[in-house]
């Protein structure tokens, strides 16, 4: 029997979608986060600064660390335009996805909002703005930096 000859029930119902994500050890930069600033985890041993946040330090494996506040200022370093979006995306569509980079190597990968897809330009100065979701949960974003 092939592939196409299977029995098949067609539904065209909606799913919805409820996530419940443990953030126990990265509590602080949620928290942080919901107050407008912008952490991540450095290791208390080896100094490696690590995003998304880390308890276990990805270079040495140490389980101590400290948080440190990031620059808020990273450059363009890529990005894509989503014009075919996921269903749990499909009310926020277009959309662009970047990856930034601070001054101290940590890339960190965001939407970018507040530049058309045309002006976005690699290597363009960005700033991260913390932003709160309809159900509540911080999030944060890319924008164009302002000239300074
Ligand atoms: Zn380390």
Redesign the pocket.
């Known amino acids: 029997m092939t592939q196409e000859e299977q029995p098949t029930l067609h539904s065209r119902r909606s799913l919805t979608l409820r996530f419940d994500i443990p953030i126990s050890r990265t509590r602080e930069f949620w928290d942080a986060l919901g107050k407008g600033r912008f952490v991540t985890t450095r ?1 208390s ?2 100094g ?1 600064e690590s995003f998304p946040p880390q308890a276990d ?1 990805p ?2 494996m ?1 389980d101590r660390f400290e948080w440190v506040d990031l620059d808020r200022e990273a450059r363009l370093v890529t990005y894509t335009y989503v014009q075919v979006t996921p269903a749990s995306f499909v009310n926020d569509d277009p959309y662009i996805i970047a990856i930034g980079e601070f001054a101290n190597g940590i890339k960190v990968l965001a939407w970018l909002e507040g530049v058309p897809v045309e002006k976005a330009k690699v290597g363009m100065k960005l700033t991260v703005e913390a932003r709160r979701s309809s159900e509540g949960n911080p999030y944060y974003v890319f924008v164009p930096s302002l000239p300074s």
């Open positions: 290791c041993a080896c490696n330090c270079r040495c140490s």
